[in-house]
């Protein structure tokens, strides 16, 4: 039962564009929801999260956008640019089967910017 | 800063040998610790989390266990290897519940 779901495998996308990296989610009691960014052969890399109160939040070139009644947020990259290319894991975490401590990972979004 | 470190990079083990990967925290006292797996293909799995000394909660029945024999220590074991413990394995420490999780660069194990 795949609770966080990042349909879009890949995603490529031209320097200077948007990119939007889109997350579903079924388990209504997850209330805090994050993204990371993964290079090869190294660690995900925390990028911005999103309290299940608000419905955007933004730091810099990247904006997470939070849509509760449709169970969707989705990550905006404005402007790409060519360093942005990696996997882009969506995750999420709240009181799911009696833990609250872990985090529920999408399988991941391999982005690439193109110059 | 609070850094993490994870070693070795990489393992290659034969079927049916033990496993020990280490993970250290620095720079923060009490971190909530975690061990996740990403298989091929697939997303990232909690396997074990802890929130103290000798705390250990599995998330899924499988050949490993966890210890914490320190505040900053954090050891993912095997007593035999499978084919399926194949994957990358990567400790993450956190400051509290519903702060962001940071990683360390993981170790890609290949069982033969």
């Known amino acids: 039962d795949q609770q966080v779901k990042q349909n879009s495998p890949s995603l490529s996308v031209q320097e200077g564009r948007i990119s939007i990296l889109n997350c579903d989610y079924t388990n209504s009691m997850f209330d805090y929801f994050l993204w990371y960014k993964k290079y090869p052969a190294e660690g995900p890399t925390f990028l911005i999260s999103?309290?299940?109160?608000?419905d955007k939040n933004e730091d810099g070139r990247f904006t997470v956008f939070l849509n509760k009644s449709a169970k969707h947020l989705s990550l905006h990259i404005v402007p790409s640019q060519p360093g942005d290319s990696a996997v882009y894991f969506c995750a999420a975490n709240g009181v799911s089967g009696g833990s609250n401590y872990k985090l529920t990972f999408g399988k991941g979004t391999l982005l690439t910017v193109n110059p | 800063s609070q850094t993490i470190h994870q070693w070795p990079a990489t393992l290659v083990q034969p079927v049916g040998s033990p496993l020990s990967l280490e993970c250290t925290v620095e720079?923060?006292?009490?971190?909530?610790l975690y061990w996740y797996r990403q298989a091929a293909g697939r997303g990232l799995q909690l396997l074990f989390y802890s929130v103290g000394i000798g705390q250990i909660s599995s998330e899924v029945p499988q050949n490993l266990s966890a210890s914490r024999p320190q505040d900053r220590q954090f050891i993912l074991s095997s007593k035999k290897l499978l084919l399926s413990d194949s994957g990358f394995y990567l400790c993450?420490?956190?400051?509290?519940?519903?702060?962001?999780?940071?990683f360390g660069d993981g170790t890609r194990l290949s069982i033969l």
């Open positions: 993450a420490w956190s400051s509290a519940h519903g702060q962001p999780q940071h």
């Open positions: 720079g923060t006292s009490n971190p909530n």
């Open positions: 999103i309290s299940s109160i608000k």
